[in-house]
């Protein structure tokens, strides 16, 4: 059964680091694009970054580009989502999704597999 299973939230400090990661199930996702998004309760989901199931070909949201990294290591089956210089405003529930090999990376409705999400809670 295709799963993602997202791990690596918790509390930090302003100016402190997480790295999240997301395991998926080999099948379906072997060759797919994989994607971190965040929500906050009351707000839209929003674009974080994502990454071409190759690595050569990723994309990051303005407010995150030069402090998240997004890689991923297909034989482990598990993209990460390196956080640095964490902001209050990153507090949110991120969100792996899963989605096929050409799609629009920051496109969510591009993605039709989801996590059920990890929190991040960064204290100002």
């Known amino acids: 059964q295709a799963h993602l299973v997202e791990s690596g939230g918790g509390l930090v400090q302003a100016g402190g680091s997480l790295n999240l990661s997301c395991v998926y199930s080999?099948?379906?996702?072997?060759?797919?694009?994989m994607a971190w998004f965040r929500q906050v309760p009351g707000k839209e989901r929003e674009f974080v970054a994502a990454?071409?199931?190759?690595?050569?070909?990723?994309a990051y949201a303005d407010s995150v580009k030069g402090r998240f990294t997004i890689s991923r290591d297909n034989a482990k089956n598990t993209v990460y989502l390196q956080m640095n210089s964490l902001k209050p405003e990153d507090t949110a529930n991120y969100y792996c999704?899963?989605?096929?090999?050409?799609?629009?990376?920051?496109?969510?409705?591009?993605?039709?597999?989801w996590g059920r999400g990890t929190q991040v809670t960064v204290s100002s």
């Open positions: 999704a899963a989605g096929g090999t050409f799609i629009s990376l920051r496109n969510s409705a591009q993605y039709t597999y």
């Open positions: 990454s071409r199931w190759s690595g050569g070909s990723t």
């Open positions: 080999r099948q379906p996702f072997s060759t797919y694009a």
